[in-house]
């Protein structure tokens, strides 16, 4: 068995509610964590918080100064800044991992025991994490599935838009993480309205349409009502806008009643019943 390291990329930006918990798993599960606090583009520079601050607390992490070039899109911002991280890293040799790591993405310690036991295998290139992504709550949520962790097998490799690893897709050695062990994708239940500027920034104004007349309304005791809506505006019988996040057979969602990664449930985030109600009183978080 070898023992490769782990390379954690955390990108944040007006996550403070997120980055103590998202950072206290970076440094749990890997050997090497670099951090960016950027806004991504000029439209988001108005959701700054105390997130920059909170990451100076820490000593374990690797905290870089860096904003992507002017002129370069929202859309392909991540990958500067991962390959500006990359560049930054002291781990950055063939045979380690790059493990992409979200502030609103959480695993359970058994996932992780399971991508370790994968990235010390030496037979994979990638890994695909099967996920629930949660929608107004932590109990609620459609399915998912996502790449978030590469192997590098050439120090030339490179993250290419959009945060793609640079042989994404090409290789079959990929192992695939069942939802049953999968991540906690909690991207929905942060101020959606950066999301939502982000979106129109990225001229993908379609989406920030759905989330003012479906999502800010969706009622979780009404949801036939809601997912014929979605039908009549978008085209699908679902809470979402697109297939790219999966209902149930009926179009609703589905229900968790579990537990939630460690790091969520020390911080008291899954106790909130209502993300959109908590989100209201943040700075750029007014009800749409």
């Not at 950055?92 to 990235?119: A, C, H, Q």
């Not at 109990?139 to 590098?152: P, S, T």
């Not at 897709?169 to 994708?185: A, D, P």
């Not at 229900?255 to 209502?274: C, N, Q, S, V």
Request: aromatic share 14%; net charge neutral.
């Amino acid at each position: 068995m070898e023992n490769n390291k782990l390379i954690g990329l955390v990108v944040a930006w007006g996550a403070q509610d997120w980055i103590r918990p998202a950072l206290n798993q970076a440094l749990e599960f890997c050997d090497e964590v670099m951090v960016v606090v950027s806004p991504f583009g000029p439209t988001l520079r108005q959701y700054e918080d105390d997130t920059y601050n909170i990451c100076k607390e820490y000593k374990g992490i690797k905290l870089l100064d860096y904003e992507p070039p002017q002129g370069v899109c929202t859309r392909h911002a991540n990958c500067y800044i991962a390959n500006h991280m990359l560049e930054h890293s002291s781990l950055r040799v063939p045979g380690n991992w790059i493990w992409i790591l979200d502030t609103d993405e959480f695993y359970m310690d058994s996932t992780y025991k399971e991508i370790k036991s994968v990235i010390d295998d030496g037979g994979y290139n990638w890994i695909t994490i099967e996920s629930k992504f949660f929608y107004i709550n932590m109990q609620h949520y459609l399915d998912e599935i996502g790449e978030r962790i590469f192997r590098i097998a050439d120090i030339n490799e490179k993250f290419i838009p959009t945060i793609k690893w640079t042989n994404w897709g090409k290789s079959k050695n990929r192992y695939v993480i069942r939802r049953s062990n999968g991540m906690f994708h909690y991207s929905m239940l942060t101020n959606t309205n950066r999301h939502c500027a982000k979106w129109r920034e990225r001229d993908q104004s379609d989406r920030a349409e759905w989330h003012d007349r479906i999502y800010i309304h969706y009622d979780l005791d009404n949801e036939e009502y809601w997912t014929n809506e979605n039908l009549k505006r978008y085209g699908i019988k679902s809470p979402w806008f697109n297939i790219g996040a999966i209902s149930n057979k009926e179009g609703k969602l589905f229900k968790y009643e579990g537990r939630h990664p460690k790091f969520i449930e020390e911080a008291g985030l899954h106790k909130i019943k209502d993300f959109r109600e908590f989100n209201k009183a943040k700075i750029g978080g007014k009800e749409t």
